[in-house]
């Protein structure tokens, strides 16, 4: 049985696009997921923003609505996948939150069932896991101790194209996670065996 350390955004649920709506809706400007080429989105919201005469405007607003993920939906697949993992194995969600939507994230997880811890943290990399699924390079370029990495790619965004951190590549929900994990976590133990 392994502990396997789920990210929330972009990992389980799209919270990228509705971002970009959400923005062009208020600025009434039209930035597409395809033009973005950095991960912090925020400075080029501000630009964007202030070229329409939105000057100080604040892209965390969106982040620090209280309801936030009550609108969400989860990533097709996901829900049925990630209850099949914590049956054989832990599941913990690790996600970084603003305080303002936290209860909401929670609410929102109770979807893929209800006895899943939640760590909010941005510190990953001290969370006790086996495995890690994220969709984050910077967070998987800080755990280099052999833990088994997963890189979640499903949303394909311009700023990771072409580049992988993990030890694997997914793009979609399906039960080519669990036999990966299975078959990895019995390479750990051989090993412990051996040692
Ligand atoms: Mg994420």
């Known amino acids: 049985m392994s502990v396997i350390a789920i990210d929330v955004d972009l990992t389980v649920v799209d919270s990228l696009n509705p971002w970009l709506d959400w923005f062009n809706e208020r600025v ?3 930035l597409e997921h395809a033009q973005l080429l950095q991960y912090n989105l925020a400075p080029i919201m501000r630009q964007q923003a202030a070229k329409q005469g939105h000057f100080d405007f604040d892209p965390y607003v969106y982040w620090k609505q209280p309801d936030l993920y009550d609108k969400l939906e989860p ?4 829900v049925d996948i990630i209850k099949k993992l914590n049956r054989l194995h832990t599941v913990v969600w690790v996600s ?3 305080p303002e939507h936290e ?3 929670i609410n929102f997880l109770r979807k ?7 760590i909010s943290t941005q510190t990953k990399k001290l969370v ?3 495995v890690i699924i994220d969709d984050n390079l910077d967070i998987l370029n800080t755990i280099h101790d052999g833990r088994f990495r997963i890189q979640y790619n499903e949303l394909s965004k311009p700023w990771t194209r072409n580049e992988t951190v993990g030890d694997l590549l997914i793009d ?3 039960s080519h996670i669990v ?3 299975r078959a990895e976590e019995l390479g750990r133990n051989r090993g412990r065996m051996w040692r």
């Open 28 to 30: 009434g400007a039209d």
């Open 75 to 78: 990533l097709g697949g996901a």
């Open 96 to 98: 970084h939150c603003f």
């Open 103 to 105: 209860n909401s994230k």
């Open 112 to 118: 893929f069932g209800e006895n899943i811890p939640f």
């Open 128 to 130: 006790a896991f086996d």
């Open 172 to 174: 979609k929900w399906d």
């Open 179 to 181: 036999d990966v994990i």
